[in-house]
């Protein structure tokens, strides 16, 4: 493996919320994400789903309070947390969870990518 | 849990090369550290250890070959694999890794740190 350089992975692509997998450690994919709007509610029932943010500025809805994310800034959702996520235009984030983690949980959405479609860039 | 805002934790400690735990994901540990100047050669034989560099420069020392991440970049150490890292002055940098992992391998050495005396910041 090589080192990844994260600003050079952003140049290539420009869909928001289709997830990019970029490495793997110990089962889990480091993924990276455009965000701009708002997503879907969801949650995931086994995985807890990191998020970092690099640029702009992605807020994190729970059902209870929402997370603001600013560059630097990092938070985890744990497993069976409904989540929305929901973008200022042009941000940048990176994720982490297992490899069988689903793109929008077990929401039924015409927006979900399957585990499978999910691709390295 | 709170979100974790990373040049905050760097301001609470000026130790190097002494991981402290900012967040948990999945049975992985997320940390940070300080680095300068050269730590030790060693490996993990069961845990793939990752690295994203903050601030600085830190360069993984491999057997055959050095990786040197700036400030955006990312590299995961697979397991089983010799490394040594060496950074310059002030490096901040982030590692991830399964809970179970021992901060210099299996290297017996005075600077490793107990996986029990690692803590959270």
């Known amino acids: ?14 869909t928001i919320w289709t997830p990019k ?41 729970l059902r209870n309070r929402d997370i603001v994310l600013s560059p630097g800034e990092m938070f985890v959702v744990p497993k069976g947390v409904e989540h929305c996520p929901k973008a200022k235009p042009n941000t940048h984030f990176m994720m982490m969870e297992p490899a069988s983690t689903k793109h929008l949980g077990e929401t ?5 990518i399957s585990v499978e479609d ?4």
Not at 108 to 112: I, L, P, V
């Open 1 to 14: 493996m090589d080192k990844v350089n994260f600003s050079d992975k952003f140049k290539k692509f420009d």
């Open 21 to 61: 997998i970029v490495a793997e450690s110990n089962g889990q994919l480091i993924k990276i994400a455009k965000g701009s709007g708002e997503l879907e509610w969801h949650f995931h029932k086994n995985e807890d789903e990191l998020f970092y943010v690099f640029e702009g500025e992605l807020t994190i809805q």
């Open 108 to 112: 039924e959405s015409n927006h979900a």
């Open 118 to 121: 999910q691709e390295w860039i």
